[in-house]
């Protein structure tokens, strides 16, 4: 199966492009970018040598349907989705503030937590929470987005007296995380499963704030099954879930966490093909829909260029 894990695009209108860690953004005339989700997988900050077949297309799909599902609340950026693994969209100035939300401790939180933390991005933490347990309500633990390497931990009255953001758009971002995390857990819990956190993006266009990036993906979110929940919590036994926090426990495993010294753990073509198919089945399980493979055996590049060519001609960017 093929992977595209490189992009190298020259649309009409193109100023720019941004290669990140998963996704391509090429900037059309400093007003619409061209999202591309590639099929690169990353962890502990590092692109893995290997890219997921399927991948850009589940986290491409995923998002669009939950920017879709929450234009109620508040606006996005998305225009359309050209191509399975392409959304075309407002170019926003974003707000260097990742607004993470979590209803859980766990990942990276428990570790914390397990080490002594008790104040996590300014919210107090109860002493004697184990593993997976809910908190009494959500709690929003932002990080400053770093241009290389970890993003850092902050807290609200930090961002707001650095002048990151401004309390008004901190407060608007603030309230509009709460609400769009509700909204994807309704969904999730009709599925059967638990969005457990998540992170959101937000930027700024004609004074307004919009909602970017991508939305309650398996990359962005963690998802437990909400059957058996529970009964492993009280057992103290591990959630089976649908995230990517399963690629990170397989590095850890295999002695990787990107400290110094370590080297990636070889991605056999089974073991790629295993974190494929658990990709499209946290899509079937989010979306309640099968999943159709789009993947041109002769060229995806070449697929992605005529698509969002003929779209970007079609809106006369």
Same mark, same amino acid.
């Given at each position: 199966?093929?992977?595209?894990?490189?992009? !190298?695009?020259?649309?009409? +209108?193109?100023?720019?492009?941004?290669?990140?860690?998963? *996704?391509?953004?090429?900037?059309?005339?400093?007003?619409?970018?061209?999202?591309?989700?590639?099929?690169?997988? /990353?962890?502990?900050?590092?692109?893995?040598? #290997?890219?997921?077949?399927?991948?850009?297309?589940?986290?491409?799909?995923?998002? $669009?349907?939950?920017?879709?599902?929450?234009?109620?609340?508040?606006?996005?950026?998305?225009?359309?989705?050209?191509?399975?693994?392409?959304?075309? +969209?407002?170019?926003?100035?974003?707000?260097?503030? !990742?607004?993470?939300?979590?209803?859980?401790?766990?990942?990276?939180?428990?570790?914390?937590?397990?080490? +002594?933390?008790?104040?996590?991005?300014?919210?107090?933490?109860?002493?004697?929470?184990?593993?997976?347990?809910?908190?009494?309500?959500? %709690?929003?633990?932002?990080?400053?987005?770093?241009? !290389?390497?970890?993003?850092?931990? %902050?807290?609200?009255?930090?961002?707001?007296?650095?002048?990151?953001?401004? #309390? !008004?758009?901190?407060?608007?971002?603030?309230?509009?995380?709460?609400?769009?995390?509700?909204?994807?857990?309704?969904?999730?819990?009709?599925?059967?499963?638990?969005?457990?956190?998540?992170?959101?993006?937000? +930027?700024?266009?004609?004074? #307004?704030?919009?909602?970017?990036?991508?939305?309650?993906?398996?990359?962005?979110?963690?998802?437990?099954?909400?059957?058996?929940?529970?009964?492993?919590? @009280?057992?103290?036994?591990?959630?089976?879930?649908? /995230?990517?926090?399963?690629? *990170?426990?397989?590095?850890?495993?295999?002695?990787?966490?990107?400290?110094?010294?370590?080297?990636?753990?070889?991605?056999?073509?089974?073991?790629?093909?295993?974190?494929?198919?658990?990709?499209?089945?946290?899509?079937?399980? %989010?979306?309640?829909?099968?999943?159709?493979?789009?993947?041109?055996?002769?060229?995806? $590049? $070449?697929?992605?260029?005529?698509?969002?060519? @003929?779209?970007?001609?079609?809106?006369?960017?």
């Amino acid at each position: 199966m093929k992977a595209l894990t490189k992009t !190298e695009f020259h649309f009409d +209108g193109q100023k720019s492009v941004y290669h990140g860690k998963v *996704r391509d953004v090429y900037n059309i005339n400093d007003d619409v970018i061209v999202m591309v989700a590639t099929d690169r997988i /990353s962890a502990f900050d590092v692109i893995l040598p #290997k890219g997921i077949p399927f991948k850009g297309q589940v986290l491409n799909q995923i998002a $669009a349907k939950f920017l879709d599902k929450t234009t109620d609340i508040c606006p996005n950026w998305k225009l359309s989705t050209p191509d399975p693994m392409v959304t075309i +969209g407002l170019k926003c100035e974003g707000f260097r503030v !990742e607004m993470i939300i979590r209803s859980i401790l766990t990942g990276s939180a428990w570790r914390e937590y397990k080490n +002594g933390c008790r104040e996590l991005c300014g919210v107090k933490l109860p002493n004697g929470m184990r593993e997976n347990q809910r908190f009494p309500e959500p %709690i929003i633990t932002p990080t400053t987005k770093a241009d !290389e390497g970890h993003d850092l931990n %902050i807290s609200k009255e930090e961002i707001i007296k650095q002048g990151i953001v401004s #309390k !008004e758009d901190y407060n608007i971002m603030e309230d509009y995380t709460r609400k769009i995390f509700a909204r994807g857990q309704e969904i999730a819990a009709s599925r059967g499963l638990i969005l457990v956190d998540t992170k959101y993006e937000f +930027g700024k266009r004609d004074g #307004k704030v919009y909602l970017i990036d991508e939305i309650h993906t398996p990359d962005s979110s963690r998802y437990f099954y909400a059957d058996g929940y529970e009964e492993k919590f @009280e057992k103290g036994e591990p959630q089976k879930q649908l /995230s990517k926090e399963f690629v *990170r426990q397989w590095l850890i495993e295999n002695d990787f966490m990107n400290e110094p010294g370590q080297t990636v753990p070889e991605m056999t073509d089974e073991y790629v093909n295993s974190v494929s198919e658990r990709y499209i089945e946290l899509y079937e399980r %989010i979306t309640g829909e099968k999943f159709n493979k789009v993947q041109d055996k002769e060229n995806i $590049a $070449a697929r992605i260029e005529k698509n969002v060519t @003929e779209e970007l001609k079609k809106r006369n960017v």
